[in-house]
């Protein structure tokens, strides 16, 4: 029997998901999450519901920065020896106004976690999130790991790209196998509310402005949620090993090979919804991007990784779950 998996941020959209799966293949999962009100806190607990149905999911409410209630988690439930670190404050537009929160839980809890995961006997993996944000304003598309990713947009990227860094530092150190992926824009059921298709669907269905940045002439790989989490568990199975010229880290891009132009994003919601949108047009925000598209070449040669899921297919996907969940 394998030991637990830690998902850190399980009460957390990808978080969710990824406990999710990997208790349906039968794996024991321990996850943790502080269960911030960075959004409806409610979305959280339910999500949690859905996990405690599976005998084999134990939840601790834990926040990753706190180092003595980590190790704590770790006498009580651990030891873990593969661990999923997803906790983190999301939101780019967010880290404009509470920028200590992003350096506090993405940089010191991000420390906070490979300094247990190192101190642990015979660890496997530790695969993180990082973001498609690290590429800040790079033009050349598509967005390949290859590229240089010292010029962030935002200090929400600068925290990611920072987690990258440390994690190849402590691989080098320790010798610990560590991942961190690069998401792209991830939609779906049980998304975040300050994500663009929430936005919007809430907008539309109770007939309010929907707002869109720089005039709609935005483009996003739009990534389903299943295809990220399909990523995720390939990568955690397949952890990277050291080699003479390499630790045993690596960063991968999770996108789905496709930039799509958001004002057709708007256009599949609108006839999902049969509604249309009262779209008010605003200018560019900052620390945003105008274009992301993800090179995934390298992630399905070490992973498989394929994703498979087009917006025609997600968007409706999650138009159903939120007229299921929210009774609309």
């Known amino acids: 029997m394998n030991d637990p998996v830690l998902v850190t941020g399980a009460a957390g959209f990808i978080g969710f998901h990824t406990a999710l799966q990997l208790l349906q293949r039968g794996e024991s999962v321990v996850g943790i999450d502080n269960l911030n009100d960075y959004y409806d806190v409610s979305l959280k607990e339910d999500r949690l519901q859905q996990l405690d149905n599976f005998e084999n999911f134990s939840f601790v409410k834990q926040d990753i920065t706190d180092k003595t209630g980590m190790e704590k988690l770790w006498a009580d439930h651990g030891p873990f020896t593969r661990v999923v670190h997803l906790a983190a404050q999301a939101g780019v537009r967010h880290s404009l ?8 839980s993405n940089c010191m809890g991000h420390l906070t976690v490979m300094e247990m995961c190192r101190h642990t006997k015979a660890f496997k993996h530790l695969v993180y999130a990082s973001s498609s944000s690290v590429y ?7 967005f390949s790991v290859q590229d240089e990713v010292n010029l962030p947009c935002s200090l929400y990227a600068a925290t990611k790209r920072s987690d990258e860094l440390m994690s190849q530092s402590y691989s080098h150190l320790y010798d610990m196998p560590q991942t961190g992926l690069r998401f ?22 109770e007939g309010k402005k929907v707002p869109v940045f720089n005039n709609g002439q935005m483009k996003r790989d739009f990534t389903y949620i299943d295809d990220i989490v399909s990523g995720v568990i390939a990568t955690l199975d397949t952890p990277p090993e050291k080699t003479d010229k390499q ?3 690596r960063v991968l891009n999770i996108g789905n090979t496709r930039s799509e132009d958001l004002m057709d994003f708007i256009r599949l919601i609108e006839e999902k919804l049969g509604k249309k949108a009262d779209i008010e047009f605003k200018e560019m925000q900052s620390g945003d991007v105008k274009q992301t598209y993800a090179d995934v070449t390298e992630t399905t040669a070490l992973t498989g990784y394929v994703p ?8 409706p996907r999650f138009i159903a779950w939120y007229r ?3 009774k609309k």
């Open 97 to 104: 106004t509470d920028p200590y929160s992003y350096i506090a």
């Open 136 to 142: 800040g304003g790079n033009t050349k598309m598509p």
């Open 184 to 205: 792209f824009t991830v939609y779906g059921p049980w998304g975040r509310p300050d994500m663009a298709l929430f936005i919007f669907t809430k907008a539309i269905t």
């Open 247 to 249: 630790a045993p880290h």
């Open 308 to 315: 498979t899921t087009t917006i025609k297919e997600g968007i």
């Open 324 to 326: 299921d969940y929210y």
